[in-house]
């Protein structure tokens, strides 16, 4: 069993601010990474996939990068909206499983 | 194109009965994941198949559970004999291929299981 970590576990920011969050997983091997984001009642819904070290996406406001090498990927949201609220998790894809983290449950004050 | 289906969204067992969760993929994929999600805790990665395969069951409990994916028809997975204990949401996910650097996985909206 991998354990993925991530923090903070819950965050509060005002509307408009930046704000990033971290997921940390072991290196040992891995094979991809992924970030979703799960709003209440909903699916979660896949944000991005990473393979390579020093791999950035970017999709609008929302970015993440990865460094396999030391075991973490950094989610950042630019300029934040209320609409961002949300819980984000990432997993870890290694052999055949996947492995989450508890997420970060994010709340953005308008 | 239709999301990944899961029935029923609640089920409610008595201790000692069996709980059926179905999974309908998307179209087109042929991979299935089932997770579920403890109170309190994170999505804990249970089974992988493939249609009519068991890729991988290690997270899966030895005993009362069961999980398949026939050539036609959604993925089933099975709890008898339920304990209060395998109260949970019970999401699956499905891809097109082995879910990784091509292939995201879409997840369904869970299937609330209660055991009273």
Known sequence: ?110 | NAGVMQNPRHLVRRRGQEARLRCSPMKGHSHVYWYRQLPEEGLKFMVYLQKENIIDESGMPKERFSAEFPKEGPSILRIQQVVRGDSAAYFCASSRGLAGSTYEQYFGPGTRLTVT
């Open chain 1, 1 to 110: 069993i991998l354990n993925v970590e991530q923090s903070p576990q819950s965050l509060h920011v005002q509307e408009g601010d930046s704000t990033n969050f971290t997921c940390s997983f072991p290196s040992s091997n891995f094979y991809a990474l992924h970030w979703y984001r799960w709003e209440t009642a909903k699916s979660p819904e896949a944000l991005f996939v990473m393979t390579l070290n020093g791999d950035e996406k970017k999709k609008g406001r929302i970015s993440a990068t990865l460094n396999t090498k030391e075991g973490y990927s950094y989610l950042y949201i630019k300029g934040s909206q209320p609409e961002d609220s949300a819980t984000y998790l990432c997993a870890s894809h290694a052999g055949n499983q996947f492995y989450f983290g508890t997420g970060t449950s994010l709340t953005v004050i308008p």
